[in-house]
């Protein structure tokens, strides 16, 4: 505790003498994330019905690599802005043979959430007081695109049973056309996070970094990323709601 | 000590006599062609590569189209190297034979009726060698002999000592037998060079040589191990062990819906310059019963014989999106459309009017395309949203006006109509300016700066300023 005491009065010192002093104008942030997430398609399915997800994916959770750009459009008591973010991550997993076994067949289901919104920063403290600790909120819209490949590597497709279409529970309207495996969600996207103020740590290279390529402040941050994404509470849709933990640098430029 | 020095001082004389070949300033190896009976007939591998593998070996010599029948350790080698004659003119006689992995005897009796069979090397030097000599040997011969050397055995003359009077596109017809001493002797592997040696008068020290060198390879690589078949929705997944072959090679997946052997090769599917050791082969018929083989083929193109050949019957397999919608999954996928949900019909007369906006206007030139393929992607997602929502519909129909509006104005507007409308944006667009000049002006009667900031000051500001703040703290 003493520790971070010192540090942080050091911080107080070093910053508004050698970092911020001469920063560069800042409009906007760009974030780099990763981070895990699993969809919760088998919500849909009763306690006692095969849960396909898991039977596939065994539970497995894609890896998502994103890449985030705010727009800080507001400075004073904090920061507020809009944010966009793209994302990208998949889950793979074996086909089902006949009988149940599994298959040679890979099947992958991948997922490009599009999420969009505004976006919050306290960063009162770390400017005023020297504590390089910012909290970040942000609330807004995602539209998660998503498509299932087949153990070719083509997007899968499924033929209802003819006579059955819609009625029976399965996609399609039993016209024994093929349904592809693809489509896109839409739902809302919550966030809270903390993101540690590197420049803090070293403010001679974070000038150095300002000055030559315009990022005026570095940080490390962590992000609980609370998504509910099923078309609003379609039943005719996928629940690819998750609450996941996100990691990565941040910069504000 | 004394005997040491005795012998680095006769070193140096036998260097001070002996002059270090140079190579030759300025060579180049302009093309190498097929001739006479190689004519159309030569292979890449040897154009580009200077290589020769041993089918390569059985085309140009003569044998003709071959098939593996049998293992390299069946082929019977000969110890002793036959000396070949290279001026017959004897015609061809025997037919192919079935093995291609032949003696070397067997060669050489062929050999003697292809006399036909060349190559033509063009090749250049500098000017700068005008009054030059030069002399061309073929074989293993040594770079540090001299341009009138007797002939031996192993080396011997293509050109013998002339004046070089040409620099440029020289031609050189070479005896493929000259190039292959030994005949297509399985396993055998070596190379043959053209020694180019240039010389002015009789002055050693000026002697400079070119070597090119021919390389062949008739040793094919092991075929590969433990090969498994995994039978998947019309595909079948194949993998091997390779534990053999330390040479670089690639791998050859025969395929065929019947049972196939060495023999059968150039009828089957198959695909080749496959470096790792699985493939997946696609495209295939459930139920029905595939064999499948493979082969190992080195850098040389020598291919292995086949592996054991297995079969395998591509089977159902349901992907995650067949096993969700067979557990009752109620996800949709699919396409339907923004429009139809926004009007409720798709008979709709907004609707059937953007409809044949996107089939006579959008599909007729590529960036519509796009634009149709993209909603395509993403408009059934949309109208899943809005199909169930009454203010969502309005809202859709709303966004959607001016979509209509654009495509009745283009499909069936009149003249007069398109005029009218012309003439709207045209008189909207002039009040606004108007306007707006008005406010400019009204904004600087008042001493009202119009160059501003607007609400929020510029965030370089703010920062500016809490530096200012810190830094008097």
């Keep these: 505790m003493k520790t971070i005491v010192r540090m942080a009065l050091l911080g107080m010192v070093l910053i508004p003498f050698g970092l911020a002093a001469e920063e560069t104008p800042q409009t906007m942030a760009m974030e780099v994330r990763i981070g895990s997430y699993t969809p919760d398609i088998d919500s849909e399915f009763g306690p006692q019905d095969e849960k396909p997800f898991d039977k596939i994916f065994g539970g497995d959770s894609a890896l998502m690599l994103g890449l985030e750009l705010d727009s800080q459009v507001w400075h004073g008591f904090g920061s507020a802005g809009l944010f966009g973010i793209v994302s990208y991550g998949y889950v793979s997993g074996k086909g089902i043979a006949a009988g149940g076994t599994k298959s040679s067949d890979d099947t992958t289901m991948s997922f490009l959430p599009l999420t969009a919104g505004v976006v919050y920063r306290f960063d009162v403290a770390a400017v005023n007081l020297g504590i390089p600790i910012v909290p970040v909120v942000k609330g807004g819209l995602s539209y998660t695109v998503w498509w299932i490949r087949d153990g070719v590597e083509d997007i899968a497709g499924y033929v209802p049973p003819s006579g059955t279409g819609a009625a029976a529970g399965s996609s399609g309207d039993g016209s024994g056309k093929s349904v592809e495996g693809t489509g896109g969600t839409f739902g809302f996207y919550g966030s809270v996070g903390v993101h540690v103020l590197l420049d803090f740590f070293e403010p001679h290279t974070a000038k150095v970094f300002d000055n030559d390529l315009g990022v005026n402040n570095s940080y490390l941050f962590a992000e609980v990323a609370m998504q509910r994404v099923d078309d609003f509470g379609s039943d005719k849709s996928f629940d690819l709601s998750d609450t996941g933990l996100f990691f990565g640098l941040a910069f504000e430029m | ?473």
């Design chain 2, 1 to 473: 000590m004394c005997v040491n020095i005795a012998a680095v001082l006769g070193a140096l004389a036998v260097l001070a006599s002996t002059p270090a070949s140079a190579a030759i300033s300025g060579f180049q190896l302009n093309s190498l062609e097929g001739v006479g009976d190689m004519e159309q007939k030569i292979h890449d591998r040897l154009k580009e590569e200077l290589k020769i593998s041993y089918q390569d070996c059985i085309d140009y010599i003569g044998f003709g189209t071959s098939q593996h029948a049998d293992t390299v350790e069946e082929t019977t080698v000969v110890e002793e190297p036959t000396t070949v004659d290279h001026g017959s003119n004897e015609e061809l006689t025997e037919s192919p034979a079935d093995d291609p992995w032949r003696s070397a005897e067997e060669g050489k009796a062929d050999d003697a009726g292809d006399p036909d069979a060349r190559v033509l090397l063009t090749w250049s030097v500098s000017s700068v060698f005008n009054g030059y000599d030069y002399a061309i040997k073929i074989g293993s011969c040594s770079d540090t002999g001299s341009l009138t050397d007797e002939e031996s055995a192993g080396c011997t003359y293509l050109v013998s000592r002339t004046d070089l009077t040409s620099f440029t596109n020289n031609e050189l017809f070479i005896d493929v037998l000259d190039l292959i001493p030994d005949g297509c002797q399985a396993g055998d592997s070596g190379e043959t060079g053209v020694y180019f040696f240039l010389q002015l008068g009789e002055d050693t020290f000026t002697k400079q040589v070119e070597v090119v060198k021919f390389q062949f390879d008739f040793d094919p690589p092991a075929p590969p191990e433990n090969v498994t078949l995994d039978a998947g929705e019309e595909n079948i997944q194949v993998a091997w062990d390779d534990e053999k072959n330390s040479e670089t090679v690639e791998y050859v997946v025969y395929w065929y819906d019947d049972e196939f052997g060495e023999g059968d090769l150039d009828q089957v599917d198959s695909k080749s310059g496959l470096s790792a050791k699985e493939y997946q082969i696609t495209g295939l018929e459930l139920g029905t019963t595939y064999w499948v083989a493979v082969a190992t083929e080195d850098d040389y193109g020598n291919l292995s014989d086949l592996s054991e050949v297995l079969s395998a019957i591509p089977v159902s397999v349901d992907d995650f999106w067949e096993y969700y919608n067979k557990s009752g999954g109620q996800e949709e996928g699919g396409f339907c459309f923004v429009a139809t949900a926004a009007y409720g019909t798709r008979m709709a007369p907004s609707v059937q009017l953007l409809q044949r906006f996107r089939d006579h206007v959008l599909l007729g030139n590529s960036w519509g395309r796009t634009l149709t393929d993209w909603y395509y992607v993403h408009g059934p997602d949309a109208a899943a949203v809005i199909r169930h929502s009454p203010a969502l519909r309005f809202v859709a129909r709303v966004a959607l006006a001016p979509a209509v509006g654009a495509a009745w104005l283009v499909l069936d507007a009149t003249w007069y109509q398109r005029a009218a409308l012309v003439a709207a944006a045209v008189g909207l667009l002039v009040g606004w300016r108007a306007l707006r000049r008005r406010a400019v002006r009204a904004r600087s009667d008042e001493g009202v700066d119009s160059g501003a900031p607007g609400p929020f000051p510029a965030p370089g500001v703010q920062v500016a300023g809490n530096s200012d703040e810190r830094r008097s703290a």
